[in-house]
């Protein structure tokens, strides 16, 4: 299958450093809030004060004369059908009363729910006229936990009658017989709490509409530009060849960036109901209250296992706090958090559902790792505490129930609804846990565990995770070969912050066979291609770069077939070099001067597998017990991606995603009051890692087993070691309080959350 | 109101209401776009410049305020010829990913080791701690500004400008 990469790895797995770096680092990149264009205006959007109410009406006079303010949109300008943001995964019909409306028309149901929006000639001027909209909103109770939605008195929906929306289901094998018959089970209950993705550049768009060409233009997308164009053109009754996504330099997404927001209609629509140039660009508060949160959950879980620590069931029932409405993902974290709970293990029988919840919180989405991080810090908590009451070694444990190579490929559980069948394509767990476990010097730092030095106690763990990747179904590309003898690469895929440039010249560079400067890559907007899909779930590496492998092909066949018979030969007796072709008898032709003019071809990478990166991660934490402060001393992580593109940006990528997950696992948290006010609506009170948090981290990253399923044999690794950080950090915690048997079962732990542990431990 | 300040080099003078934010001055009147804002309340560090010789956050400075001082931004510690050993230090380690947080990275690391060229490693993790990035991790980062400090105990190497 590697045909297109006849001299191998000339530029692939090299640690090439990035194209994209020589602008960011001269402060030369262009991100949403350095588009301008002429005779713009500027929008904010006024939100919601109050967490649940009825809307009764809007104001908007006293705005409208202020001078220099153009408009003030409600949701009355849309007409009688007020357009919503659609289900763009698990498009169910039992989801379809939970979707967000762009503006609240009958009802608001969180804080932050855009209500109107402002367009004036300057930002300030708009905020300015915020402080003049007046919204009459009868208040109404607000949900802000599952024991307040569960009883059923206040409702989200009316209509729908409840404030559940679905429930997801994970089964495999018998989990009824399986607890039946085990020798040994213990429940726990589980919490993690609400976070989110919090990249660093605030979203942002400038629209402009074209009204002589009838033509759309959005700068700012991010992601997924040709799902959100569609989902555009429906709700703007525009067809699709009327709009162009651009997308810019994009300053981090992590799963929240580039899902289909409000405003990515509101600013367009704007645009369009003014005839002039609008841009928006989001305040931090403003990001906090609206962009995706994630990962709030709660899980009732029990473990089966025979005496001597073989798993044999997981079942259970979670609840996956989801905010006020369903948004484009917002049923993969849940649906995750089951079909992922049992990771890299060989768990025969499995009953797990995750209900979806409703309340009055800002709507979640995906964050890297979703549901993955949630499950896992479940799943590895268990294991460690049915190890401690087995009296088995927690890494032996480990090693008794990770899924071995002969088992592979390993079919996961099945969910519904919308049923999906996935399996752990390839991989060998036990060799990289041992790797792990040898880099890390365990045998060394596990004698420390338990042990009071200077102050603080000492803890060792060690977790192994899963990281699906590759989601089809397709990607594509084109590649042209230009009449200066360079290679243009346009492809569907988007850049987020991962070097896509980079990593796709290297992977075009190796398959046209031609070096590095030959190739410009070009991508995420959507003239470039006929479509595309973009970047999610890690999987623009593999569906990118395998579709830039069979473009390759394809444009070298055409080649070969344009030259062939001026050099009196067959197609297949042509050799490509460079910009030269040579035939058997030694004739050589400059491409470019037979040709003469520019070539080009475009194919799809067409894949419904996922592929699975895998990987071990160990910590060592100290506590001190006055204080409950928890000092990462060291993290480890051991992952095989099957094929290397980029060693350099790789282990970024390895890195970041750890030291974001110990950000989960230690410090953030967005805390609601009672009311439905979000009270951690700063930098200052989300608290996120900085350089001094976290300065031990390192990541090894191997290729051991290629995937089968792609021309690479890449396994998608953007998401990677966050996954099992909560699991892993709660285990060296409870290693290292062994002896106040503190079991954390709830994240963060954030110091007053573990000094509270210690303190109810000791007086029981 | 009149203000009048030097910029990387140039002498500029800008009428603004008193209310504008350095920050706003330098993207939106003089096209200075690598000062980036993040947070707009001083938490996230994106938006540092260096004012007299200190990394100082211009989204908490007003433009007014910056009256007769001299300015550095990240374009002013760039050429266009090749990087400067500080930025060739981030882009070997791979010091920045979605490039959105290292404008402030490179000034405030321009700032320390300019007056403290031996800088250890806690200091460098001490002085950065008050820059957010939510992508590297840090380590990367700590790693390249450890790095270029031999360009700045010689300070022509230093000089990018
Ligand atoms: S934008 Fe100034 S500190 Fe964040
Ligand atoms: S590189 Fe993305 S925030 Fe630092």
């Known amino acids: 299958m590697t045909s297109g990469m006849k001299r191998g790895n000339a530029l692939i797995g090299q640690p090439i450093e990035r194209v994209e770096d020589l602008r960011f680092l001269r402060g030369r990149g262009t991100f949403v809030a350095d588009v301008n264009r002429e005779g713009q205006l500027h929008a904010v959007i006024y939100r919601s004060p109050v967490a649940h109410g009825l809307l009764r009406s809007v104001d908007a006079q006293a705005a409208l004369n202020l001078p220099g303010v153009h408009a003030v949109i409600t949701a009355q300008d849309f007409g009688a059908d007020v357009p919503v943001i659609p289900l763009r995964l698990q498009p169910l019909p039992e989801l379809v009363p939970f979707r967000q409306p762009m503006l609240a028309h009958d009802k608001v149901r969180y804080v932050g729910e855009p209500i109107a929006i402002i367009v004036a000639d300057t930002a300030a001027i708009a905020e300015d006229a915020l402080d003049l909209i007046d919204a009459d909103i009868d208040a109404l109770p607000p949900i802000t936990d599952r024991a307040g939605a569960e009883l059923g008195d206040v409702l989200l929906f009316d209509e729908h009658g409840s404030n559940s929306a679905i429930e997801w289901n994970a089964v495999r094998g018998d989990a009824e017989a399986a607890f039946a018959s085990a020798d040994y089970t213990r429940r726990e209950t589980f919490k993690v709490q609400r976070h989110a993705a919090l990249f660093m550049e605030p979203r942002g768009f400038v629209a402009e509409w074209n009204a002589n060409e009838e033509k759309l233009t959005v700068w700012g997308v991010a992601k997924v530009a040709f799902a959100n164009r569609t989902i555009l053109a429906d709700t703007m009754a525009l067809s699709e060849n009327q709009i162009d996504m651009v997308e810019v330099d994009v300053g981090g997404g992590f799963g929240s960036r580039g899902e289909f927001y409000p405003e990515d209609f509101l600013i367009p629509f704007a645009a369009r109901h003014l005839n002039r140039p609008v841009k928006w660009i989001e305040d931090r508060r403003e990001h906090l209250l609206a962009a995706n949160h994630a990962r709030e959950l709660e899980c009732d879980v029990e473990i089966a296992a025979t005496k001597d620590g073989k798993i044999i069931g997981l079942r259970g029932q979670s609840w996956a706090n989801i905010g006020a409405y369903v948004r484009t993902n917002g049923s993969i974290a849940p649906r995750n958090a089951a079909q992922f709970m049992s990771g890299a293990y060989a768990i025969e029988n499995i009953q797990l559902t995750t209900t979806s919840i409703t309340t009055n919180k800002t709507p979640t989405g995906t964050y890297r790792g979703p549901g993955r991080f949630e499950g896992d810090f479940v799943r590895e908590r268990l294991i460690d505490l049915a190890a401690k009451d087995l009296g088995i070694d927690p ?328 996954i099992p950080i909560g699991g892993i950090i709660a285990n060296a915690v409870a290693a290292a309080l062994v002896d106040f048997n503190v079991e954390p079962l709830e994240l963060p732990l954030s110091p007053p959350n573990v000094w509270r542990l210690i303190e109810t431990a000791q007086k029981t | 109101m009149l203000v009048k300040f030097n910029v990387n080099g140039d002498t500029v003078e800008v009428d603004v209401e008193p209310r504008v934010s350095l920050a706003d001055c330098l993207r939106d009147v003089l096209h200075l776009t690598g000062t980036h804002l993040g947070c707009e309340h001083g938490v996230c560090g994106a938006c540092t410049v260096i004012i007299d010789g200190e990394a100082v956050r211009s989204c908490l400075t007003l433009a007014v305020q910056a009256d007769g001082a001299t300015i550095v931004t990240v374009e002013g510690l760039s050429n266009d010829n090749a990087l400067t050993p500080l930025q060739a230090a981030f882009r070997k380690h791979h010091a920045l990913q979605c490039g959105f947080c290292t404008p402030g990275m490179i000034t405030t690391a321009h700032a320390l080791l300019t007056e403290e060229p031996d800088a250890d490693a806690e200091r460098v993790r001490d002085v950065l701690s008050g820059n957010i990035c939510r992508c590297t991790g840090y380590v990367p980062i700590v790693e390249a500004v450890l790095e270029a400090r031999a360009a700045y105990a010689n300070p022509d190497k230093a000089d990018a400008s």
């Open chain 1, 395 to 722: 890494v032996e444990m480990r090693r008794r129930n990770l899924v071995s190579s002969d088992q592979m490929p390993y079919p996961l559980a099945t969910m519904t609804p919308f049923e999906s069948v996935t399996e752990l394509d390839s991989g060998d767990n036990h060799a990289l846990f041992d790797q792990c476990l040898a880099e890390f010097d365990w045998s060394e730092k596990v004698k420390l565990q338990g042990k009071l030095i200077d102050g603080r106690y000492h803890g060792v763990s060690i977790g192994c995770f899963i990281e699906g990747g590759a989601a089809g179904p397709s990607e594509n590309a084109r590649i042209v070969l230009e009449l200066d003898g360079s290679y243009t690469v346009y492809l569907g895929s988007a850049a987020v912050g991962q070097g896509i440039q980079t990593i796709m010249a290297q992977i075009a560079g190796d398959a046209l066979e031609v070096p590095f400067d030959r190739v410009r890559v070009l991508h995420g907007s959507t003239s470039h291609v006929k479509s595309g899909f973009g970047s999610f779930h890690s999987r623009s590496t593999v569906m990118g770069g395998s579709a830039i492998v069979l473009t390759a092909e394809a444009l070298k066949d055409k080649i070969r077939d344009a030259v062939a018979p001026t050099l009196g030969c067959t197609p297949t007796e042509v050799t490509l070099d460079g910009g030269n072709a040579s035939g058997p008898s030694g004739g050589v032709v400059s491409i470019m001067e037979v040709i003469g003019e520019p070539i080009e071809a475009e194919a799809a990478f067409l894949n419904k597998k996922y592929t699975y990166a895998y990987g071990s991660v160990a910590a060592h934490v100290a506590v001190d017990p006055k204080t409950g402060q928890v000092d990462v001393l060291e993290i480890g992580s051991t992952k095989d991606v099957g094929r290397m593109i980029n060693p350099l940006t790789l282990n970024g990528q390895s890195v970041g995603s750890i030291v974001q997950g110990l950000g989960g696992a230690l410090l953030e948290h967005l805390v609601y009051d009672k009311e439905g006010q979000l009270l951690t609506g700063t930098l200052a009170d989300y608290l996120l890692p900085t350089a001094g948090d976290f300065p031990n981290i390192h990541s090894t990253v191997v290729e051991l087993k290629p995937s089968p399923l792609n021309p690479l044999g890449a396994k998608g690794a953007g998401e990677g070691e966050i």
